[in-house]
């Protein structure tokens, strides 16, 4: 009956209130998550597009500070031919340029004008001091007009005159450099700063056109014109010169092409003529148009710079107008993006927690797992599914029949029927490792996830059974290992240490390590040794050993660093500390007896080589000449022989040919124990003689001699044992291995390690039938030779052998001594 009113009321299992408030709290924060960062995004941008629009709004008012700059340099510039003129008119009493100085008034008041009017008509955020240079400009300008006055009447010196132009070219020059410091982009405030240094160039050019004047007007210097003239075109050259320096490279170009014009050098040459050599009788009108010519093209090189300017500030305030523009839309974009992802989100997780209901509906139903459904007053059994009868070993009516406390021990009742009252307040969903016993008695560990649900207002506890009882089980062997291996890494000598990060922490000692890190206080710790930077030792390899000596404790010690992953996923590094002091003495032992062994066998061919040359030498010095002695005198008793004595002369005959056999068989057994050749010429020239009698011996084998000059000369003993080396491998090839093709190759290369020290490398290669697994020739007498040669003269012998397809000696050999590990490289 249970079972059959639990599947009656399972499509319509409800969530208690308490769930439902915890959905509904679940939202709030959902909501929150999104709400937080989204504010956060927005003040972001919104102060990134406020920053914008004050750069705009900047940029814009750069724009109109760039027009107000061109303005003031077309002012400059007529007031600058306009004080030329005035100049000239005065010192000559007004004789010249009369007319000139009225039609040129006109331009001046025009640019005045035209500023004035870009005053008026443009709203300009400037600062005080913009504003006062400005108020002093047009005080200077009313002033100006009176100046003109005297000047019409010739009632002011051409010095005041003059003076009085340039203090208002200065002012407005300084109007300029305010306008600079307005700037906001560093791009345009170079520029600006270029085109300030400039016009400044331009002025005292200007100055000097008025100055010069009326110096060839007077015919003469004034005191102290002159030091000022000097001093008006160094100021010049300055401004030039860091107008470049600021300045781009196409405009940098377009300025340097201005000195090779002819308007330029005439004016140099004319200056040069008056500062240099004092030459002043110039024809002033000469002047003033030459020099004009020159300040009319700096002027048409000004106008490409304030077309440069105005280019720019407007490309720049468009620029961030349009940034602006992006940043407004994708911020637009960005959050119809968060909000509409934001939503879906939510809304996916409002199904997901629906579906979570479902799902554990699906449970009950399908069977998936071992569930069970519990009165949460009774404690009686409303429901099992399969799956958890299988678990107990109870079939369905059995279940319906039973109690909470029929699964567990009753030692275990009261802990289990306080947790119990903690999941169906919904305090707890989950508890470990419960002892549940089977209907045969066996017992098992379960976890239990729990959660309360309400059928016909009636309260329940809906719980998940787990059997962990493997898992356990599992858990205590992982441990078990765990303490083995504990104890095999303290029975260790060696001490074992794992370190973690940057700064080395150690995560995990041995016994051996825990006792080294106690008298980490120590002078000379050994510790230290663990405490090294483990990165520093690898290349491209995970492994690392390193050797260290101990001096305070007068002891070797080898530490292997190796890489390794930890359990939670860290990279560590292993280190193993060794004592290796007594491995170390015997190897220091092995080494000394290996280099007497060697000393012994250097000896040994030395005294076989010394007896070698004494009975060569003695052959072909003693038994050498006495049998040319006897076949010389057999010889003349063949010859002084009557025909009569046929007999005597047929003897004599055969004295002389088997002497000349004796003599030649003599000659071979001198050459081979010591070729004489090697004595005279040597070891090269011995090696190819030695090739070619064997080429001679064996017309079937192909030798091929590859073989380099000497750098320098060798001792006997280092030549001879190449020739034998070399003569040992001949022989090998052609009797043992029945070769057909033989390469020999002996060339000098530098040391790695210094270029002015040499080692020879001999390779002998051939395509006999190689040395058998095993086989004894691999392991003969001729092949030991090879070696011990070789050793004894500190070299390095390899033998490789291709069983059917041939052997290759090779052979490197220190010219002179060095260190062995050079030569393995």
Same mark, same amino acid.
Request: charged content about 25%.
């Given at each position: ?95 010249? /340029? ?39 400009? %047009? ?58 240094? /400039? ?167 399908? %069977? ?70 089977? %209907? ?156 007497e062994n060697r000393q012994l066998l250097c000896r040994n061919f030395l005294l076989i080589e010394q007896e070698r040359k004494y009975i060569a030498k003695e052959l072909h010095d003693e038994l050498g000449q006495l049998l040319t002695g006897i076949k010389l005198q057999a010889d003349y008793i063949s010859r002084q022989t009557d025909i009569e004595h046929e007999l005597i002369t ?107 020290? /040499? ?50 000696? /090779? ?15």
């Amino acid at each position: 009956m249970k079972i059959k009113k639990l599947s009656s009321y399972l499509p319509v299992i409800s969530l208690d209130k308490g769930l439902f408030s915890h959905q509904i709290y679940h939202k709030i924060k959902l909501s929150l998550l999104f709400i937080i960062p989204l504010l956060i995004s927005l003040n972001g941008a919104l102060f990134q597009i406020d920053k914008l629009t004050t750069r705009a709004s900047q940029l814009a008012n750069v724009e109109q500070l760039t027009n107000l700059t061109v303005e003031i340099r077309h002012l400059l510039h007529n007031l600058q031919k306009e004080r030329g003129y005035t100049g000239v008119f005065v010192s000559t009493k007004g004789r010249k /340029f009369k007319s000139e100085l009225v039609e040129q008034r006109t331009f001046t008041r025009i640019s005045t004008h035209n500023i004035n009017n870009l005053l008026t008509t443009q709203s300009f955020t400037t600062n005080r001091k913009l504003e006062d240079r400005l108020k002093k400009v %047009n005080v200077h300008l009313a002033e100006i007009e009176n100046v003109r006055h005297q000047v019409d009447s010739l009632s002011i010196s051409e010095v005041k005159a003059i003076e009085s132009y340039s203090e208002l070219n200065h002012l407005l020059l300084n109007v300029v450099t305010s306008i600079v410091q307005l700037t906001v982009d560093s791009e345009l405030t170079q520029a600006f700063s270029a085109y300030a240094l /400039f016009l400044k160039g331009k002025e005292s050019v200007a100055i000097e056109r008025a100055k010069f004047s009326l110096v060839f007007a007077r015919g003469h210097f004034l005191e102290n014109e002159y030091n000022a003239l000097v001093k008006l075109e160094l100021e010049q050259a300055l401004f030039f010169n860091e107008f470049t320096e600021l300045t781009s490279g196409g405009l940098q170009q377009s300025f340097g092409k201005l000195f090779t014009e002819k308007a330029f050098q005439s004016v140099q040459k004319i200056k040069t003529n008056a500062l240099v050599n004092n030459k002043v009788n110039i024809n002033v009108m000469h002047w003033f148009n030459t020099i004009t010519d020159k300040i009319d093209k700096l002027a048409l090189l000004g106008d490409k710079i304030s077309l440069g300017l105005i280019s720019n500030a407007s490309r720049l305030k468009q620029s961030s107008e349009r940034e602006r523009l992006y940043w407004l839309i994708g911020l637009i974009i960005l959050y119809i993006i968060i909000i509409g992802s934001g939503v879906l989100l939510i809304a996916h997780i409002h199904r997901t927690e629906m579906n979570r209901i479902e799902e554990y509906q699906n449970l009950f139903s399908k %069977n998936s797992a071992a569930m069970i459904v519990i009165n949460a007053k009774s404690q009686d059994v409303l429901y099992g599914n399969q799956s958890f009868s299988d678990l107990l070993g109870y079939n369905q009516e059995q279940l319906s029949t039973l109690n909470l406390t029929d699964f567990h021990r009753k030692d275990d009742f009261d802990r289990l029927l306080s947790l119990f009252k903690r999941m169906v307040t919904g305090e707890i969903s989950s508890t470990e490792k419960v002892l549940f016993i089977r %209907n045969n008695g066996d017992a098992f560990f379960a976890d239990i996830f729990a959660f309360p649900i309400t059928i016909d207002k009636q309260e329940y506890v809906a719980a998940h059974i787990v059997d962990i009882t493997s898992k356990l089980q599992a858990k205590q062997y992982i441990e078990q290992s765990e303490l083995t291996l504990q104890m095999i890494l303290d029975s260790l000598s060696s001490a074992v240490v794992v370190l973690e990060g940057k700064y080395q922490i150690p995560i995990y000692m041995n016994k051996k390590a825990i006792e080294i890190y106690k008298n980490k206080g120590e002078v000379e710790s050994v510790w230290s040794l663990f405490e090294q930077s483990f990165l520093s030792n690898f290349n491209d390899d995970l492994i690392s050993k390193k050797e260290h000596y101990s001096k305070s404790k007068q002891r070797w010690y080898q530490i292997t660093s190796n890489l390794i992953d930890w359990g939670d996923g860290r990279i560590v590094c292993l280190k193993m500390l060794k004592d290796i002091t007594e491995s170390c003495d015997a190897e220091r032992r092995n080494k000394n007896l290996l280099a007497e062994n060697r000393q012994l066998l250097c000896r040994n061919f030395l005294l076989i080589e010394q007896e070698r040359k004494y009975i060569a030498k003695e052959l072909h010095d003693e038994l050498g000449q006495l049998l040319t002695g006897i076949k010389l005198q057999a010889d003349y008793i063949s010859r002084q022989t009557d025909i009569e004595h046929e007999l005597i002369t047929t003897s004599a005959k055969s004295i002389v040919q088997a002497t000349s056999e004796l003599i030649k068989s003599s000659r071979d057994i001198t050459n081979n124990l010591r070729p004489i050749i090697l004595d005279q010429l040597g070891v090269i020239d011995a090696i190819k003689e030695l090739v070619q009698n064997w080429r001679d011996l064996n017309n079937h084998v192909k030798f091929e001699l590859n073989i380099e000059s000497l750098p320098h000369q060798l001792n006997d003993e280092f030549q001879i044992s190449v020739y034998r080396i070399v003569q040992e491998g001949i022989t090998n090839a052609c009797k043992h291995a029945e070769a057909h093709n033989i390469k020999i190759s002996l060339k000098f290369i530098s040391s790695s390690h210094d270029e002015n020290r /040499f080692l020879l490398q001999l390779k002998i290669q051939d395509d006999g039938k190689g040395f058998a697994q095993n086989s004894e020739n691999s392991k003969g007498m001729g092949v030991i030779n090879m070696r011990e040669r070789t050793e004894t003269l500190n070299g390095v012998f390899c033998l490789i052998n291709r069983q059917k397809q041939g052997a290759e000696v /090779f052979i490197t050999i220190p010219l002179e001594p060095v260190v062995q590990e050079e030569l393995c490289q």
